[in-house]
């Protein structure tokens, strides 16, 4: 590894970054196959996917800690090491949503999902993950700006949800577990989102040397406000 010159191995580890990314986004979208459209889903592939997105996470980091160790980078290359780092560990927590997101189809009731806006949230989550990954190739901190901005409108959405459910789940003639189902699916999405935010974060480090600060433990009150709107 020492023979080689910095940039190429950190240009290796990105691209390795990149094709994790693309699983991840093939996996996702396989899962909200699966819950939209159950009669066209492949449940064996996506668990299969899942294996080795896990693989390739662990993989990418033991060469970042290979690279740390041998290399000991500085400045703005060990900058892009740790964003690397950081952003695999959120693209594996995505996997492992989308995984989730999958093991609740057995008990969806997919006529009583159309009533909630779960295509749109998927598309959403898919969107900033595929733009928080861009602006990470590209540096680009105006796309990694916007985002941050996109996380507030799947937080809408999933508080839209957190609402509809809190209002019909008290009429006792409805079955009370597809609203738990309900919950938890746009639950899941809501924080794919949050996992997106993070990596465009991670990237507005990158690009500008300044950790931004998060709010994620805000989510719940602003459920809870919701509520009372």
């Not at 990314?21 to 196959?33: E, H, I, P, W």
């Not at 189902?181 to 974060?201: F, L, P, Q």
């Amino acid at each position: 590894m020492a023979d080689r010159p910095v940039h190429e191995h950190i240009k290796d580890l990105s691209n390795s970054l990149v094709i994790l990314s693309d699983k991840v986004l093939r996996n996702f979208t396989s899962a909200m196959d699966a819950l939209l459209n159950p009669e066209e889903s492949s449940g064996e592939d996506i668990r299969l996917a899942d294996g080795e997105i896990d693989a390739s996470e662990v993989r990418l980091e033991e060469q970042c800690l290979v690279f740390l160790a041998l290399q000991q980078p500085v400045a703005r290359d060990l900058r892009t090491i740790i964003t690397i780092l950081k952003i695999n560990t959120d693209l594996e927590r995505i996997g492992d949503l989308a995984v989730h997101i999958f093991e609740r189809v057995p008990d969806v009731d997919h006529l009583f999902l159309q009533d909630f806006r779960f295509e749109r949230m998927g598309g959403v989550a898919k969107e900033m993950v595929q733009k928080s990954i861009q602006a990470f190739v590209n540096q680009d901190r105006r796309l990694a700006e916007e985002v941050c901005d996109m996380d507030e409108d799947l937080d809408t959405m999933h508080r839209a949800v957190f609402k509809k459910v809190s209002a019909e789940i008290r009429d006792t003639s409805r079955d009370t577990n597809q609203y738990i189902v309900a919950m938890s699916v746009s639950r899941y999405i809501e924080r794919i989102g949050d996992h997106a935010t993070r990596i465009a974060r991670e990237v507005l480090y990158l690009v500008t040397g300044e950790i931004v600060r998060h709010t994620e433990g805000s989510s719940f009150e602003k459920l809870i406000q919701s509520l009372k709107d």
